[in-house]
């Protein structure tokens, strides 16, 4: 049997034993999927060794296998992994480091194990605080796969599968500068989206409901990479607090530095949320999120239940956290997501010129979003295409996915060390995959 | 200042840090907190050094720091850390060994990062199987902290700050054969606990109703580590089957051989349930937890609706889920939790002769209960005497806790790697406490 042969079968093989032995409702990547056994830094590595470049994973942020992260983790694993019933200093130093890179009035942490407890936590105190259930979420939004959380996630609710939306979830548009109804990243375009959120508390007002929360992601991830006009969450956030609300920023994909010009998403909004919640980058892969608040909402939350979770905070989990934190401070990362990500998107620019099939190129920092289109007057949305370039690029060593609602959104949020010349490696492969289209 | 004062300065100020950093809802263990850095095997040693006898932590289930388990996650850690849309065989392992330790009908595995979040999953793959919302639980049942569980805990919804049982909700009697209202261990108090399940599915189906799940844990951990009457799981099972629901076992608390007559606590019973969560134990504190179900409702599950869990079935918590299996195969863990316990059982009823404060000792293997009444006619609760134990062992080295509605039963469970010397041990410290009470 030849090589190509050999991994063929063995493909079919593990292709096989997943379908026996995991729930089908779980996809895999690419058309002709990859059997990864090793990362290191911005690269993933088959098993016959070949190398690819990863342009997709913001959840192991500053590298595969980042060495000072590992070697944080390997550390604690051997010294203590327990609960937090028990005081350790651990969980209270990364507290301190993570509240140090917020607004002053989020300063109370809980600590979790995954981007959908923390949201699923952030919906409870929300709704505790105000003591009302009704939420405001944004269209082809995703929060998390708890029942809560897909009654909040248009995304889930109304795809396939879904059951529609709870009478307590109200959704409003996505504002999409580029495909949405009110065009540009204006002021008037920010504020014409704000107010559909104002509508729709006015509405819930109206029918005798109060408001609990407004979630909403700072860059929409599922909605297809959308950067949000100026001004977007400063209306929605007032609208939302005149209405007696709170607004909750799910950081889970876009935090830590990733969006370049600042270390959280909402920063470029100008806004200070109630309650945000981090996740996926948080450990650099090492199960853990947290959510964090205002003294005032936990203190409400308060009420008598107690809140444990067994794993959340526990000193391996808190020794990889602080660990991600340094990395990213000792390296720059967040400078060099925002240099390397601008020059980046500059030059996707350059390639939109040449060809057609590029409708936008958006993103902050290393959160990017290309839009494939048929037609940039009618912006008939390119999936098939999008697909068939993210699988020219599998072959050429490059790793991509799509994603928003007609999945023609090539998505790029690669680990914070990706370099320029990765960057030129992508559009320069980008370039001729669409010339060959 | 003196080394006593020190720590008591020191104690100080990480609570108040705590109290600064953290959500109020997380209380600390004993009056006199303690300050956890190291843990080996079946100890626990504070910061100055002393050591404590960890007797009720069944999360670090191989022993706290095992060498292999550390070994496979310090291993792993290095080398590849990502999601389970690429191919790899260690989860595919993974699922093989599990579903191994599992009924033949139990073959489908869904990887998670928590109790709570398998508990979450259960109920939604049995409420989209049947196409049915309402779920059957015991009194004083806890579940996990999503919104949907708390919805389902007894313990939790009926508790402090708690809002009540939705309508979906159906609480039985928990089947207690020491404070029940039916006595003994004896087929006919199992019957007769049983036949509320199937009264309270008649009452669901007489309101026009249909029933999803009966949910519950194997041995009840909250309520008080209650074993079960013969035939009790049995009867429920065929009551909820009879009304077309579907049987959730929570294996959270008491799986993976700690019962000792059995890997699962629902073996006890002798009973195969369609979904088991498992938690806890599973990846000796790695944060990680798994679902696992029939072909038939997986399939049911798979109805459009993509489950991804990000950090779930990753290679570093299936290569330490594997070092779990491995150890407890390896080291005879559930031969030892059966023959540790029993003899440890013996020894605690011997103390139950001479110390009348102790009512009832029960348990499985190394899952055990202790529980102290005022009055052995009347049964009323010491639970001021039980958390007065728990205190004096504590100072004497020995890490308890309570439980049950009325605080008055001392939870045992243990790592595994607990020995007859640290049986022995317990047994005279609770008898000179209890005397001297």
Redesign the interface.
């Known amino acids: 049997m030849s090589a190509a042969a050999r991994t063929e079968a063995r493909?079919a093989n593990?292709?096989a034993?997943?379908r026996?032995?995991?729930?089908?409702?779980?996809?895999?990547?690419y058309h002709d999927?990859?059997?990864?056994?090793?990362?290191e830094g911005q690269y993933?590595f088959d098993r016959a060794g070949a190398r690819y470049l990863d342009c997709v994973?913001n959840?192991?942020h500053v590298g595969?296998?980042e060495p000072r992260v590992?070697a944080a983790?390997?550390r604690q694993?051997?010294?203590?992994?327990?609960?937090?019933?028990?005081?350790?200093?651990s969980?209270?130093e990364y507290?301190?480091r993570l509240?140090a890179t917020l607004p002053p009035e989020l300063?109370?942490?809980?600590f979790?194990?995954?981007?959908?407890?923390a949201n699923?936590?952030a919906?409870?105190l929300a709704r505790t605080h105000r003591g009302a259930r009704d939420v405001v979420v944004l269209e082809h939004g995703y929060h998390g796969?708890?029942?809560?959380l897909?009654d909040v996630s248009h995304y889930?609710f109304a795809?396939?599968?879904?059951q529609g939306a709870p009478e307590t979830t109200h959704v409003v548009p996505l504002p999409d500068p580029y495909r949405g109804s009110h065009k540009g990243y204006e002021t008037p375009s920010g504020a014409a989206y704000a107010r559909h959120v104002e509508a729709a508390w006015e509405r819930v007002i109206a029918s005798g409901r109060r408001p609990a929360a407004f979630l909403a992601e700072s860059i929409s991830g599922c909605g297809g990479q959308v950067v949000f006009p100026a001004g977007y969450l400063a209306g929605a956030y007032a609208a939302t607090r005149a209405g007696g609300g709170v607004c909750i920023a799910d950081e889970v994909q876009v935090g830590f530095g990733r969006v370049g010009r600042a270390f959280w998403g909402f920063e470029l909004q100008g806004v200070v949320p109630d309650i945000v919640t981090l996740?996926?980058p948080i450990g650099?892969?090492?199960?853990?999120a947290a959510v964090v608040?205002t003294p005032d909402i936990?203190?409400s939350?308060?009420?008598?239940?107690?809140?444990?979770?067994?794993?959340?905070?526990?000193p391996?989990?808190c020794a990889i956290g602080l660990a991600v934190l340094d990395v990213i401070q000792e390296d720059g990362l967040q400078q060099r997501a925002l240099e390397v990500g601008e020059r980046f998107m500059r030059d996707l620019r350059d390639v939109s010129a040449r060809r057609p099939l590029v409708g936008d190129v958006r993103g902050d920092g290393l959160f990017i979003g290309i839009e494939l289109v048929r037609d940039r007057a009618t912006l008939e949305p390119a999936a098939a295409e999008a697909d068939a370039v993210v699988e020219a690029m599998r072959h050429r060593g490059i790793l991509l996915s799509t994603d928003g609602p007609h999945h023609n959104v090539i998505k790029i949020k690669p680990p914070l060390v990706f370099t320029r010349e990765n960057a030129d490696e992508v559009v320069a492969a980008l370039d001729e995959v669409l010339a060959a289209l």
């Open positions: 493909t593990l292709l034993a997943r026996d032995r995991l729930g089908p409702s779980l996809s895999v990547s999927p990859l059997e990864i056994v090793r990362g993933l994973n959840v192991c595969h296998c590992v983790g390997q694993l051997a010294v203590l992994n327990t609960n937090t019933r028990y005081l350790h200093e969980i209270l507290a301190r509240t300063s109370v942490c809980y979790v194990n995954s981007g959908s407890e699923e936590l919906l409870r796969n708890t029942q809560a897909i889930k795809g396939r599968g879904g996740g996926k650099n892969g090492h199960p853990m608040t936990a203190a939350f308060a009420n008598g239940m107690e809140y444990f979770n067994t794993f959340g905070g526990n391996v989990s």
